[in-house]
């Protein structure tokens, strides 16, 4: 017969841990290893970046119901409308790949110091959580180290391959189910230690040979996510802060005065000249820090500089034309034809074939000013990708510029999402930030056809001189490896609308 769980004073507090040999342990996630003793944040991100906002909004307002089933019905309840409504009717597809781009990001924020200490020594970890394994299962494995996720699983309908919003019949994992789950894992051998923060955590405690309570606190500090296992680099969604009730709350009831003052923002600086926009940007509440001395436009007959930029927003272009008070071209690989109309600077589009895309480049230098990507896509984190090596064959009058932005409520950026509305995402945050330096030309000798250096050194060299600038890490991560990672695709425009066409 399997043993019972032991009374509440018999788990000390974790902080009294004096470590030892242990190679198992098994641990709660929501206020023990995670700080936030609530799950509703990701929830809610599962209800907007798998479903939509409306759902995300219906989810809002269920709170007081399913707060009132969690207190005074019971937790399993409680569980269960958050699952019904934030899964009912999703393909199963999209949830994965929310829990695994967009979630990460907010759990590796969230991770207790004390717990991950106790949690990351042990060889065998094992999470067990009232949470959908679904839902938690990547960053476990990922960004913990996990061995095992034990959670509650979610029905999935066999034929259309979306969740019903009901579990299976094992039920929510809580209480005693738990323990039976853990038993089961186990088998004979109890788990070295056992850590949770609620009284319903007691039933697994008891088999373990040691147990740790993790109590709440307000001076709780969350892990550095450098330390955890893998750092985040890539991740999607458009919310910036967790959608806590509050958070939630703000962010829709700013939702359509933000869309308004996007709209606003957008149509009303686009027939304005560059050298005006410059000046309208902060009347409308956009923070433009501009910090360098750029260099005079090409005289006739001469041909463009080439500015070599890092990719944060779809918007870099245009706001260093900005910043330089004129229009200056751009190239892009996956912006839409209706997105070049619309865009305030010459954009032209590229093939993916290097030969005509060289051509092309060449040509647009001969005319005048260039601004290039060459990561190829933008990333979120202090990190830059590797720099395409072309840009440094076509021009030796090349103008590195560190682009950084801030986005205090929306990612003006998007994989899975639609990518006409990210500049509209940007516009919408209260009052964002673009900052963006200018350094000075390469030296001759540092480039390709004056200097005899490689086209990959020349790449290299303005990669460390823009990390160094902004204070990122170089990377040689692609555009490839991010889609496959948060969208399932390569990154190419025929894969994106192939990969949404099969969903």
Excluded at 177 to 199: H, N, Q, T, V
């Amino acid at each position: 017969m399997s043993p019972r769980p032991k009374s509440a004073r018999n788990f000390p507090s974790i902080a009294t841990y004096a470590g030892g040999e242990h190679r198992s342990i098994a641990a709660d996630l929501d206020g023990t290893l995670l700080i936030s003793r609530s799950s509703f944040p990701y929830f809610m991100l599962v209800a907007v970046e798998a479903g939509s906002l409306l759902r995300g909004l219906f989810l809002l307002l269920s709170l007081p119901i399913v707060i009132v089933a969690y207190l005074f019905v019971s937790e399993e309840i409680g569980i269960q409308i958050l699952i019904f409504i934030s899964f009912s009717g999703l393909k199963i597809r999209d949830i994965e790949l929310a829990s695994q781009s967009v979630l990460p990001r907010f759990y590796a924020n969230d991770v207790r110091r004390e717990s991950w200490e106790v949690f990351s020594k042990c060889e065998r970890k094992v999470v067990v959580t009232a949470n959908p394994t679904l839902m938690v299962e990547p960053f476990v494995r990922d960004f913990l180290g996990g061995t095992k996720v034990l959670g509650t699983e979610i029905e999935v309908n066999p034929k259309t391959k979306k969740a019903t919003g009901f579990v299976k019949k094992s039920g929510v994992l809580v209480g005693d189910r738990k323990r039976l789950a853990l038993l089961k894992e186990f088998g004979d051998e109890s788990p070295d230690i056992g850590i949770g923060d609620r009284e319903s955590d007691h039933d697994f405690m008891s088999i373990c040979k040691e147990g740790y309570m993790v109590l709440p606190s307000k001076s709780a500090t969350p892990v550095p996510p450098n330390r955890l296992k893998t750092p985040i680099i890539f991740h999607d969604g458009r919310f910036v802060q967790p959608p806590t009730p509050l958070t939630a709350l703000i962010i829709y009831l700013w939702l359509p005065f933000g869309f308004a003052l996007s709209l606003f923002r957008v149509y009303f600086n686009l027939p304005l000249p560059e050298r005006i926009v410059r000046y309208t940007y902060p009347m409308l509440g956009i923070n433009l820090v501009i910090r360098g001395n750029p260099p005079p436009p090409p005289s006739p007959g001469s041909p463009g500089n080439l500015y070599v930029c890092n990719h944060r927003t779809a918007l870099d272009p245009i706001v260093i034309a900005i910043a330089l008070r004129r229009k200056v071209s751009c190239v892009t690989y996956s912006v839409s034809r209706l997105s070049r109309f619309l865009s305030p600077i010459p954009a032209v589009a590229l093939t993916r074939d290097r030969a005509a895309d060289a051509a092309r480049i060449s040509s647009i230098l001969q005319k005048g000013d260039l601004v290039v990507c060459p990561e190829g896509t933008t990333c979120r984190e202090p990190y830059l990708l590797r720099f395409s090596a072309l840009f440094a064959e076509l021009s030796d009058r090349i103008v590195p510029v560190a682009v950084n932005v801030k986005q205090p409520m929306f990612h003006g950026t998007t994989v899975r999402g639609v990518k006409f509305w990210d500049p509209y995402f940007y516009f919408m945050n209260p009052r964002p930030t673009y900052e963006i330096t200018f350094l000075d030309r390469l030296p001759e000798e540092m480039t390709v056809k004056a200097g005899g250096k490689s086209a990959i050194e020349v790449a290299n060299h303005v990669q460390k001189v823009l990390a160094g600038v902004l204070g990122f890490e170089c990377t040689g991560l692609t555009r490839k490896d991010k889609y496959l990672l948060l969208g399932g695709n390569d990154g190419k425009v025929e894969s994106m609308y192939n990969n949404n066409a099969k969903k």
